[in-house]
Every structure is written in structure tokens, then in C-alpha cells.
């Protein structure tokens, strides 16, 4: 006990740090996997568009037309609104050397909900016939709201005995070089917990309480979502194109527990210490019953972009469509602490004691700006019968960039981001996006399926990772998303329903840490869920 209490003097000196927003942990929360999550989306809009698979930028006449591209609003021909529920069922399976766990999760969703106002461009002449006011045909108006991401994600505990290397082995080498005085971040909570602690009479080299041979855990929780509020305005020139722009106002919640556990199984690191308390030595080998690292993080933030699109209807078969939507800019507040618990076993009867450290909480501010999109859009018409349509985006993923908040080199809180935004650029790639969907007419029936596949936002060798057996196997995960879409729908001439289930597919790498000179195995996390989404619509 008297080794720590020596050491909580040192948590003064981290204080400071914290709440100058010096540590690094608070840069380095802030990396490339932000971009990409916050220019990724799934299928967004209503019941009908998702039945659709998502491929709508160029058929127009609906509500999702505000995301997709905004001219497609110019198509309505009357005033309409509409409100989308859904529910979504999420499994996932989350596998680390060998082990594998699967857990699912329910959760009821809101896509979509706003109102289209129509205002045609002419006027009774009085004499049988309407009048042009002049090119445009009619004016369209729209706000509303669509769910672009839902982040809500949760697996169980999945255990794995890990023959080659612990979490603890790189605490110490983030606090090789630093005196304990100077430790900050996580190596200090470490060493106040005794994860680790420094090597006989050296000044600043450490060693793990745990390595090979023990059992290790994890436990991930995400949720939050992000959405859009827009304004739109449209116009029909002529019956022959449509142009139509939308500035969107995004709303960013996301919150994340990261729960890692050690234990050693075998009493490998069972060796008691003979040297008194007051001594600078500690055993290469300490007695630990069990640790605990606990990383809680959230962010929350508002941002703007805007979209803009064409439509052309050369004829009544074909429609052609393009949009492109600017970078979204947002401005993030990041809010973070973690803790660890180490117990020990104290003597050799087997009694133990923990030793718990925390941080504070801490709070960062900053910037992202997220990639570009543009999209091109085809539709056709089979009279009387239905409609096909197909959809493309290009998305540059590693045109995003973190930016800090505060803007004075030297001030507080200032980061300049620029190793981050580094490996944005060298680690990030160009990504193509493909739906395709198609609607078949029976009287007032209709009969809906289509399918999407999002390309990896990540080069190749970010998605590599060996096989656990032998180290040598290279294996790679595809790390892009598909999606498979059923629809149906019944029409009237003032009031519409429409549902559908929407199934989807990804797989990620989660790497619990890393260490200079060992392979540490990934966590591979397969995440599947299948949506139910049904629109009421009324046209007015």
C-alpha cells in the first residue's frame, strides 16, 4: 500500500495536462475511422426508396429525393407528406483467435418523416385552357428529416487465450522513456495500478504485469445515431428537366465502451515480492488476480452541407439524373475517460487487493470535414407496368481532413492533425457505391426488390491481418457493405403505404491495441441486421 500512496501525488501532474488538452490520447481519438464514419450512410429515405434498394436519384416524386438528388422533388405533382417508422433487428458475430460469440440487439428507428408543398406555375385563362407563367412548370418545397446512421451496436464477451502477448506490454512501451513524474494518458493509470512498473533501479524503462499465456476479453457497446434536418427547393422546367438543391443540417450523437479483461489462467506471473516496500525494485513477474481497462468515449456535434441536381426526361421512357453533395462540415466536442482495475493477490494465501485509477473526464473540441459525393442516376419506364433504376456514387474518402477547433498555433487546446490526416490520406481510398432497384405494377399493387453494395472506404493493406495459427497466412477481410431489398406498396390517388425489409451485411477489424516488435491478433466483427420500414404518405 505504500508504493501507492507514494504515487498519487503524480496524479496532480496529469491533471494538468488534461485540462490543458495536452494528452495525446485526446488527438489520437481523433483519426481516420471518423472520416469514414461519418461519410458512410446506409439506405436512406422511405419505405419505398429502401424497398428499392436505394436506387431513386432519378425517378423523383418522393420525399427521399431531398438526400438522393433534389431535383427529383421538381417530378411531384401534388403536395405531400409522409412519415416513416421502422425496426431493426442486429446481430453480431465478433471472433479473436479461434473464439467465437455472437449477440443481437432491437431497436425501433425513425427514417424519415417531412412534407413536400407543391406549387404549379400557371394560371386559368378562363377559357378552358391553363396558362404558362413562364419556363418553370411548377415550384416544389420540402423539409423534413432522414436518419442516416444508427450506430447502435453491442456484443458480448468474447474470451481467447492468447499465447504471445498482453495489453499491459504496451502500456509500458508508451511509458518507456518517460520518468514516472512525466507519465500521463493511460501509462500513468497503469503505473498507478501497478499494470506496470519500472525495471529494478532504471529511471524510465517499465515492464508488464501480464504477457504470454493468459486469457483476455472483450466487450464493445456502441450507440447514437446521425441524422439530417434539410430545406429543398425544385423546379420543372418544361416537363423535360428538373433542378433542385437542398442544404442539410446534420446532428451527430455516438457514444462507445470498450471493456478489455486479463487474467492469468495458468499462474504464470506468480512470483511475490522479498524486497521492501520502500525500495525502487518490483518483481519482473508480479502476482495479478485479474485487470480490468475499461475506455468510455462519446462525441456529439452539428454540422452543414448541401446537394445539388439535375434531371433530364429526353422522353417518357427514360429519365437521366445527376447530384452532387458537397463535403459535410462539422464541428465535433469529444468526451472521454477511462479507468483501470487491477487486483492483486497480496500474499500467498491467495488474498487480494485492487488497485483502482481513473481519469477525469476530459473534453476536445474539433472539425471534420467529411468526403464528397457525387452520383448518377438512370431510369426506365416500362408503360404500365413498373420501372427499373440504377444508381452510382463516387465518394473520395481520403479527400476528409480533421482541422482543430481552436485556430492559434500555441494556444490551448490547439492540434495541428497533421500525422492524422496523413494517414487519411495514405490509408483511405476512392469508393464506388452501386444500387439498383426495380417496381412492378399490379393495379394498385406494387411489387419492389433491389440490392446495393458500398465499396471499402480502406485500401488493401488496412485490411489485411494474419492468421492467428501460424503468423504467416495473410488474410483479408472485404470491408465493404451489401444490402438486399424486398418492398411492397398499395396506391390510391391521395393516400399511400408502403413497407419494406432491408438485409445487410459488413465486416470489420478491431485491434484491442499494438506492439512494436509482436503481432497482436484482430478481432473480426461480422455485423448483420435486417430492417422493417413502413411509410404512410398522403397527397394533398
Keep these: 500500500m505504500l508504493l501507492y500512496f507514494m504515487r498519487t501525488s503524480r496524479q496532480i501532474v496529469w491533471l494538468v495536462f488534461a485540462c490543458c488538452g495536452l494528452l495525446p490520447s485526446l488527438a489520437f481519438s481523433q483519426n481516420q475511422h471518423d472520416v469514414v464514419r461519418l461519410s458512410q450512410t446506409g439506405l436512406v429515405g422511405s419505405a419505398r426508396v429502401q424497398g428499392m434498394g436505394g436506387a431513386y436519384s432519378a425517378a423523383g416524386a418522393d420525399l427521399s429525393s431531398a438526400y438522393l438528388n433534389p431535383a427529383g422533388l421538381g417530378v411531384y405533382r401534388s403536395s405531400n407528406f409522409i412519415v416513416t417508422p421502422g425496426v431493426r433487428s442486429q446481430s453480431s458475430e465478433l471472433s479473436y483467435l479461434g473464439n467465437l460469440q455472437q449477440t443481437s440487439k432491437f431497436q425501433v428507428r425513425l427514417p424519415q418523416i417531412g412534407a413536400a408543398f407543391y406549387n404549379p406555375n400557371y394560371y386559368d385563362s378562363g377559357n378552358g385552357d391553363m396558362q404558362d407563367r413562364g419556363a418553370f412548370r411548377s415550384y416544389v418545397f420540402a ?71 493468459i486469457t483476455q476479453s472483450l466487450e464493445l457497446e456502441q450507440t447514437g445515431r446521425r441524422g439530417e434536418w434539410f430545406v429543398s427547393l425544385a423546379g420543372n422546367i418544361q416537363d423535360k428537366v428538373y433542378l433542385g438543391g437542398t442544404i442539410g443540417m446534420q446532428t451527430l450523437s455516438y457514444s462507445q465502451t470498450f471493456r478489455w479483461t486479463e487474467s492469468d489462467v495458468d499462474g504464470l506471473y506468480q512470483v511475490y515480492d522479498t524486497l521492501p516496500p520502500t525500495s525502487n525494485g518490483f518483481p519482473l513477474e508480479i502476482p495479478s488476480a485479474g485487470l480490468t481497462y475499461e475506455d468510455r468515449f462519446s462525441t456529439s456535434g452539428v454540422g452543414i452541407n448541401a446537394r445539388f441536381g439535375v434531371i433530364f426526361k429526353p422522353s417518357d421512357a427514360f429519365r437521366f439524373g445527376i447530384s452532387a453533395q458537397t463535403p459535410t462540415f462539422l464541428a465535433l466536442s ?48 416500362i408503360p404500365k407496368q413498373g420501372f427499373i433504376t440504377l444508381d452510382v456514387d463516387y465518394m473520395n474518402y481520403a479527400s476528409g481532413s480533421l482541422q482543430s477547433a481552436v485556430q492559434s498555433v500555441g494556444s490551448a487546446g490547439y492540434y495541428s492533425f497533421n500525422e492524422e490526416n496523413q494517414t487519411i490520406a495514405e490509408s483511405l481510398q476512392s469508393a464506388v457505391n452501386v444500387r439498383v432497384g426495380g417496381e412492378y405494377r399490379i393495379d394498385i399493387f406494387r411489387f419492389r426488390a433491389g ?90
Design 143 to 213: 423539409f423534413g428529416y432522414h436518419q442516416l446512421e444508427d450506430y447502435a451496436f453491442r456484443s458480448n464477451l468474447v474470451d481467447a487465450y492468447n499465447e504471445r502477448n498482453s495489453i499491459t506490454q504496451d502500456w509500458a512501451e508508451q511509458a518507456n522513456g518517460f520518468l514516472p513524474s512525466e507519465l500521463f494518458g493511460t501509462s500513468f493509470l497503469a503505473y498507478e495500478t501497478f499494470g506496470i512498473d519500472r525495471v529494478g533501479l532504471t529511471a524510465d524503462q517499465y515492464f508488464a504485469a501480464l504477457g504470454p499465456g
Design 451 to 540: 440490392g446495393a453494395w458500398y465499396g471499402s472506404p480502406y485500401d488493401s493493406e488496412s485490411l489485411e491481418y494474419l492468421d492467428f495459427e501460424d503468423l504467416e497466412t495473410t488474410q483479408q477481410i472485404g470491408g465493404d457493405r451489401r444490402m438486399f431489398t424486398l418492398g411492397l406498396g398499395v396506391r390510391q390517388p391521395n393516400f399511400y403505404w408502403d413497407v419494406s425489409l432491408v438485409s445487410q451485411s459488413q465486416k470489420s477489424l478491431i485491434w484491442p491495441y499494438q506492439l512494436s516488435a509482436d503481432y497482436v491478433s484482430p478481432f473480426v466483427n461480422k455485423r448483420s441486421s435486417n430492417s422493417i420500414v413502413t411509410s404512410l404518405g398522403f397527397n394533398f
Design 334 to 381: 469529444d468526451s472521454f475517460s477511462t479507468e483501470i482495475r487491477h487486483a492483486l493477490e497480496i500474499d500467498l494465501a491467495g488474498n487480494t487487493e485492487e488497485f483502482f485509477s481513473t481519469s477525469e473526464d476530459a473534453i476536445f473540441d474539433y472539425n471534420v470535414t467529411t468526403s464528397f459525393k457525387v452520383t448518377a442516376g438512370g431510369m426506365y419506364l
